[in-house]
């Protein structure tokens, strides 16, 4: 193959690579920031890994995936693991996903009487 050829190839294949890259951090777009959204259950399951902790909320029967913030910041802010842990009732306030249902990104949170600031 002619080297450029060879180049044009490459940077084909890398520009169909950028869609993949970016969809692999979500952003917060697809939130709908206009709406504040209020959740109050059980913890279901808790995932406390990067890049954001996740927890699953049964509130009025239906069951909420909850991002929260990357687990060094919940740390820095006195938000441990053991704060969100299945079986504890939390309440969180945040924004609707516009993109996937029953999903919300926190902006706060309430569990066991103490709020934390998750942005």
Not at 47 to 59: D, S
Not at 66 to 83: C, D, K, Q, V
Request: hydrophobic share 45%.
């Amino acid at each position: 193959m002619q080297p450029r050829r060879r180049v044009l190839v490459l940077a084909g294949l890398a520009a169909m690579l950028l869609p993949v890259a970016a969809a692999a951090h979500h952003g917060w777009g697809s939130y709908d920031a206009s709406k504040t959204v209020t959740v109050e259950g059980r913890i279901e399951t808790s995932q406390f890994e990067n890049p954001h902790a996740v927890i699953k909320v049964t509130a009025a029967g239906k069951t909420w995936t909850i991002i929260l913030a990357p687990t060094s910041r919940m740390i820095a802010r006195g938000a441990p693991a053991e704060l969100v842990a299945v079986g504890k009732t939390v309440t969180a306030v945040g924004y609707a996903s516009t993109a996937v249902p029953d999903e919300m990104r926190a902006e706060r949170i309430t569990v066991d009487g103490k709020t934390v600031e998750m942005r």
